[in-house]
């Protein structure tokens, strides 16, 4: 079973793009009818589906979501990259990546998980 591990540059400052990539080990990306996607869950909040990569390389969002970020992937690496743009000083969520093998905007239907990253935005 593939296992997910995101990865991020730990701190940030307000307005700078957020860049974080998650890495597949185990399985690939390419793999047919599997979606790779990006979670986030504030602080006392539940967890927010932000958007996926497809197997073939489509995209999808969230509406609320679609204008700050463009979901890529590196597939010589096995990875895929969430940049988002506009982060504010505002207590961070904790981000995820997670699989399934099918599109899951619900986090309840995604199998794989990755153990999250926190990512600080600082001055």
């Known amino acids: 079973q593939v296992q997910l591990q995101e990865s991020g540059p730990g701190l940030v400052k307000p307005s700078q793009t957020l860049t974080l990539t998650c890495t597949g080990s185990g399985g690939s990306i390419t793999t047919n009818y599997y979606y790779w996607s990006w979670i986030r869950q504030p602080p006392g909040k539940g967890l927010e589906w932000m958007g996926a990569?497809?197997?073939?390389?489509?995209?999808y969002y969230s509406p609320s979501l679609k204008s700050l970020t463009s979901i890529s992937r590196d597939t010589s690496k096995n990875q895929f990259t969430l940049p988002l743009s506009s982060v504010t000083p505002a207590v961070p969520p904790v981000y995820y990546c997670?699989?399934?093998?099918?599109?899951?905007?619900?986090?309840?239907?995604?199998?794989?998980w990755g153990p999250g990253t926190l990512v600080t935005v600082s001055p």
């Open positions: 997670a699989s399934a093998g099918c599109l899951a905007t619900l986090p309840a239907y995604l199998d794989v």
């Open positions: 990569i497809a197997y073939s390389g489509s995209t």
